[in-house]
């Protein structure tokens, strides 16, 4: 890390002392990108400065009736990182743990992994502390509105394209879309991604994040001679992506064994690879309890009150929950039973020494999110494309596109580790080929 770059992370952690999950994120990527930010030319434009600061930071209350006539505000937020490929885009997430240093190391990492995907987004994230677990639909409903109230200004389909994440699927996007074009008076389908069929959303939709990491799994066992077929997989988290993650690997010969929520995990060494299970997993997560431990009573699988999955000794593992679930303890668990791949499928699910300890061992290959986890960020963008031409696209259609894209993006993140001579190093691969694109990207625009 040369000069300049150590005194921007100076300036972020005087700046920003309160957001450690914002300054954790950009510090590893920083440490990542290492040789290719080695230009003088850099600091004289200020470029790294300009690359991880948002450009724009909305915060506003969200004031909202409960069904006894309570009213509650929460804290909303949609950071608009960078514009500098194509609108914002990114998610809402709608959890307690929400706050300004969440949304930005969300926004950060959304618009890497976009610059990465080769389509024209720029990246954002948004969202609430607004817990909907408990909540009924009306009350759900009621806060949507409200949010969109705060938010449709900012947002629109070449401005900025919000979309679901934790706490934000179908349900939601269909209340904040409803809102949204109330008040503007304009079916913008492509203001918001993640619709549901009837009004402009696209197949595949549920299922995509996790397709899409097994999509691009299956290519970097490809380029290593090896492939899914007989493979175990530990996964975490029992809602959309670990279903995908569940679906299509089953479809690929491989099985996973092992779901996580809060309250524990859950050891199924049969796989949770039938249409029973999916259904069940499906009924689970709408029931909003954010309890896995029903799937072992159900299935007769071993469950493990308040563990994590990464003691299981299987071939790949599969982080799919949320950030900083894997921690240095859970690698070192996870090198010990000589797992072979570790592939991140939701936002910075490892803590940078997790990370910094699995990168040192040569018998591990490693994915980061913002290269294996872009599975519905890509979909997002082929809604985008399919509203704008006014179409609706095939099932195969769309998981045609996904794979297609998923493998690219192995293939740039793995070129640019062979042009900076870091070998099959994929994780600094992927963090300099982002790097490239959004730093042309930039000083082509000027300051
Ligand atoms: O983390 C992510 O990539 C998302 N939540 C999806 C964002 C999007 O705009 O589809």
């Not at 618009?111 to 994230?125: E, F, H, Q, S, V």
């Not at 909907?132 to 394209?161: Q, W």
């Not at 796989?271 to 997993?281: A, D, H, Y």
Request: proline share 5%; glycine share 12%; net charge negative.
């Amino acid at each position: 890390m040369n000069d300049y770059v150590a005194r921007v992370i100076c300036n972020l952690q005087r700046q920003y002392p309160y957001e450690p999950e914002y300054l954790q994120a950009v510090q590893l990527w920083l440490e990542l990108i290492g040789p290719a930010a080695d230009d003088p030319q850099y600091e004289k434009l200020d470029l790294i400065t300009r690359m991880v600061e948002p450009e724009r930071l909305f915060a506003f209350p969200v004031s909202w009736v409960d069904d006894q006539g309570q009213v509650h505000t929460n804290h909303g937020y949609r950071v608009q990182f960078s514009s500098a490929i194509g609108p914002y885009k990114g998610g809402l997430r709608f959890h307690p743990g929400v706050n300004p240093s969440v949304v930005k190391f969300l926004g950060f990492e959304q618009t890497y992994k976009n610059a990465l995907t080769g389509l024209p987004i720029g990246g954002a994230a948004g969202g609430a502390d607004f817990d909907p677990h408990g909540k009924s639909s009306r009350e759900i409903m009621r806060f949507c509105h409200n949010f969109m109230r705060a938010l449709y200004r900012y947002i629109g389909a070449d401005t900025d394209v919000p979309a679901g994440d934790i706490g934000v699927g179908a349900r939601e996007i269909g209340y904040l879309y409803g809102e949204y074009k109330r008040l503007t008076g304009r079916a913008e389908s492509s203001a918001l991604t993640g619709k549901g069929l009837t009004y402009g959303g696209s197949q595949v939709r549920l299922e995509a994040a996790g397709f899409g990491t097994v999509y691009f799994l299956a290519r970097m066992l490809e380029c290593s001679g090896d492939s899914l077929e007989g493979k175990t997989i530990a996964a975490s988290g029992f809602g959309n992506m670990t279903c995908g993650v569940c679906r299509k690997a089953a479809e690929l010969g491989a099985k996973v064994v092992t779901l996580s929520g809060p309250d524990g995990y859950v050891y199924d060494p049969d796989g949770v690879c039938t249409e029973e299970k999916f259904q069940f997993l499906t009924g689970l997560r709408a029931g909003g309890q954010d309890k896995v431990e029903p799937y072992a009573q159900k299935f007769g699988a071993q469950f493990f009150p308040g563990r994590k999955p990464w003691e299981v000794p299987v071939d790949i593992a599969v982080p799919c929950a949320t950030q900083n679930e894997v921690d240095v303890a859970d690698a070192a668990k996870l090198l010990t039973n000589g797992t072979k791949y570790y592939i991140e499928a939701s936002n910075m699910p490892s803590t940078p020494e997790a990370i910094r300890l699995m990168r040192m061992h040569p018998g591990l290959k490693m994915s980061l999110s913002r290269a294996s986890g872009s599975g519905g960020v890509v979909l997002s963008a082929l809604e985008m494309a399919q509203n704008s031409i006014r179409d609706n696209w095939t099932q195969e259609e769309m998981e045609r596109r996904l794979q297609a894209t998923m493998v690219k993006i192995y293939d740039q993140s793995a070129q640019a580790a062979a042009q900076y001579g870091l070998g099959d190093d994929l994780v600094a691969g992927s963090a300099i080929a982002s790097f490239q694109k959004i730093a042309q990207a930039k000083l082509a625009q000027g300051v």
